[in-house]
């Protein structure tokens, strides 16, 4: 390996690269490969470029940059490999070298700034442009960009089709509160509410609050937290994702300290791998080193939790045929994928089918819809047709950023299918 790197975090040493034995049985997994089915789209491919860069010292140049970037980091190469290759480790480290060694044209330095540290960090700036943009929605002007073509001819269409709504009412008013149990206390959690999830699913969050305490648990909503950092830890921005890190590890020890808590709670896969993986932006020796690792060991995905505590609220009859589709970070990055469909099929009267390639990314992948849209489309549109082969009305997952994305294929793709949340289906069989 070459000279300890000036990168902060967890380092990735020889033998994280050598249990890459390049058998190839990631390859039909991964998203990309499957795509173009190019070697350097593919798990072992991008492998080989790092170890390029990081033994031979050879220089991050644009290809390198491109290959990385086209990766989805939905870690399914991870699920596949018999050599526990920690895929997502090297992939973020090797981001953290593109942002550190490599000069990205100035409208995308703008972009990841604006996105990763002047935005997201901050809940008042989120909840100001969602106002802005619920404007935008609510008084015409989308109807009206829409159907003039302008969209079309700037080719932001299909990025704006993947905006999400913006909530009447904002998340944010609830931090700080505690929710009761209903009926005898079971457990007492903390719960993680996101950072744009605030402002676009402020209706899941308070319908996941209903479930927990239906069947016993009490909610704390700690005041200051604030972004997990997923996006900029996916992205490279390490030094963006340690900050709102501190920040969150911070919040949740002034709120946890002196009380008894049974899990840190999120309902956002992609949030729940990072914040269980905390450790991973710090080292050994550092102060917030050994906090995170207590930290990551409480995060629970809602659905790992609710199914190992096991469900008593009564639940009304659902006659529907109900389809699955699996959160990257949930099934690869969290390893869980038994407990959501525990929680489906406890519901009266539902037929809950499997989705073929379920195990595959439906293209949202944080903000790889946004940078890499083409490539998130053709994985979305596979997506929809094997959903709609289920001939099941109701998609369900586990991931605001992937309802986004299949509430758009719906849309683009005509289905007609309704895409719910685990948490929101249960919500909704609430006696």
Not at 228 to 246: I, K, Y
Request: charged share 25%.
């Amino acid at each position: 390996m070459s000279e300890p790197q000036n990168i902060p975090g967890l380092q990735p040493v020889y033998e994280d690269y050598a249990r890459c034995v390049h058998c190839g049985l990631c390859l039909n997994h991964c998203p990309t490969y499957r795509l173009w089915h190019l070697e350097a789209d593919s798990p072992r491919g991008r492998i080989f470029q790092m170890v390029g860069v990081e033994l031979e010292k050879a220089p991050v140049t644009a290809s390198f940059v491109e290959h990385i970037d086209k990766c989805l980091d939905c870690r399914a190469c991870e699920t596949a490999c018999p050599s526990g290759v920690e895929y997502g480790k090297l992939v973020e480290f090797a981001r953290a070298r593109i942002e550190r060694d490599y000069k990205r044209p100035v409208a995308a330095r703008f972009a990841r700034w604006f996105a990763y540290r002047w935005l997201l960090p901050r809940p008042w700036r989120i909840a100001f442009f969602a106002r802005l943009l619920k404007i935008y929605q609510r008084s015409g002007l989308e109807f009206l960009a829409r159907k003039s073509g302008g969209l079309g001819a700037l080719e932001l269409a299909e990025r704006e089709a993947l905006l999400p709504r913006i909530d009447d009412q904002f998340f944010f008013r609830h931090l700080g509160q505690t929710f009761h149990a209903v009926g005898e206390r079971r457990a007492r959690v903390a719960f993680f509410g996101g950072c744009v999830a605030q402002v676009t699913f402020s209706a899941l969050n308070e319908a996941t609050i209903r479930v927990l305490t239906a069947n016993g648990c009490e909610v704390v909503v700690p005041r200051q937290q604030v972004c997990c950092g997923a996006l900029a830890a996916h992205s490279g921005d390490r030094e963006a994702a340690r900050s709102v890190a501190r920040k969150n590890l911070r919040a949740f020890a002034d709120e946890i300290a002196g009380r008894e808590f049974d899990a840190i709670i999120t309902n956002a896969a992609g949030c729940g791998s990072t914040l269980r993986e905390y450790s991973h932006l710090f080292t050994a020796g550092e102060p917030e080193y050994e906090a995170a690792q207590q930290f990551e060991s409480q995060v629970q995905d809602v659905t790992e939790f609710l199914a190992a505590l096991g469900m008593v609220a009564p639940l009304k009859p659902f006659p529907a045929r109900v389809t699955y589709q699996d959160s990257c970070h949930l099934l690869h990055g969290q390893k869980v994928r038994e407990a959501p469909r525990t929680l489906l099929r406890a519901i009266p009267e539902i037929e809950f089918i499997e989705l073929p390639f379920s195990d595959i990314c439906c293209g949202s992948a944080g903000v790889y819809n946004i940078t890499q849209t083409e490539a998130s489309l053709e994985l979305l549109a596979d997506k929809m047709k094997h959903a709609a082969g289920t001939q099941a009305p109701t998609i369900v997952t586990a991931n605001p950023g992937c309802l986004l994305q299949l509430r758009a294929g719906a849309q683009l793709h005509q289905t007609g299918q309704n895409v719910l949340h685990v948490m929101e289906l249960l919500d909704r069989s609430l006696e």
